[in-house]
């Protein structure tokens, strides 16, 4: 069974930087994709950033410049350094994965950033 553990989240205040890491059950070296997905409250679960199986990088405007997605395939472990946070950026941080046709989901951590 394939399992995504995430870690990393907190409280900071806003200015702060957090470090959110996801490691994988299962080698994520032929992933198509990794990828974060933010779900403040009240909104739907969007993708934030995504690094795909050739390093080719997405990261949603609302964060480019301050978030940097990264993955260590020898580790199999999809990190997110979150720089300059705001309080805009509080919310569940999910970690995804597209791998042979399936998608599969983290727990979630919860991030929250104090004005």
């Known amino acids: 069974q394939v399992q995504l553990v995430e870690s990393g989240g907190g409280s900071v205040q806003a200015g702060g930087s957090l470090r959110l890491s996801c490691v994988s059950s299962?080698?994520?070296?032929?992933?198509?994709?990794m990828a974060w997905f933010r779900q403040r409250p009240g909104k739907s679960r969007d993708v934030i950033a995504r690094i795909d199986i050739y390093d080719r990088i997405f990261v949603d405007d609302s964060v480019n410049g301050r978030f940097t997605i990264s993955r260590d395939n020898a580790k199999n472990t999809v990190s997110l350094q979150m720089d300059r946070l705001e309080p805009s950026d509080t919310g569940a941080y999910y970690c995804?994965?597209?791998?042979?046709?399936?998608?599969?989901w983290g727990q979630g951590t919860q991030v929250t950033v104090s004005s």
């Open positions: 995804h994965m597209f791998k042979d046709g399936m998608n599969y």
């Open positions: 299962v080698t994520i070296s032929n992933a198509n994709t």
